[in-house]
């Protein structure tokens, strides 16, 4: 159920360190949440972009939050099943700890989504942070940290490529500039010289008519 009232101008952007120890600890343990704003939703029965209308959060927000199933495996039980009907979620470098006063209370992991079946899938700008919490954390209630795994969805505005076409256009643009600054460099020496000649000119003229009137004295 999607949490009502919330004020003009709510803005969800918790830490690391909140999502674990605040918001999954009291998930994975059956605690009441203060404001009802993470849904539970099957991420991996849904694709990346069908994510919004399943957010409680304002639509216009960049980012939204989920609880999820942890680690579906294959039938074998070997490996993690992150596949969706049009693609699959792959983990990225490694997985890094969250802390809260200098001691680990859980992980978190990057994934990005590619379209299609691996190895050919295609990667996207779709980027996936889960968050698991540390069995340490977890007092009285075995497996618990197994249950549920907070997730970050959210998608990258800008990729590598298109940097690199910008600084491409840039450099061509930047050149483009150079040289026109150069052409009205050479336009000013010209017209420079040419102002130099007409002085020149009008001097012989005055030179050449004091030349005259001496010889008719």
Known sequence: MAPVGLPPGFRFHPTDEE?????????????SIELDIIPEVDLYKCEPWELAEKSF?????SEWYFFGPRDRKYPNGCRTNRATR?????STGKDRRVNYQSRSIGMKKTLVYYKGRAPQGIRTSWVMHEYRIEESECENAMGVQDSY?????????VVLGE???????SSSQAKGNQEQVTDFGDAGQSSGANENDKDNSWMQFIADDLWCTNKLK
């Open 19 to 31: 999502l674990v120890n605040y918001y999954l600890k009291r998930k994975v343990h059956g605690l």
């Open 57 to 61: 959060l304002p639509s216009k927000d």
């Open 86 to 90: 049009a693609g699959y979620w792959k």
């Open 149 to 157: 795994a907070l997730c970050r969805i959210f998608k990258k505005n």
């Open 163 to 169: 940097f690199d076409k910008q600084g491409e256009c």
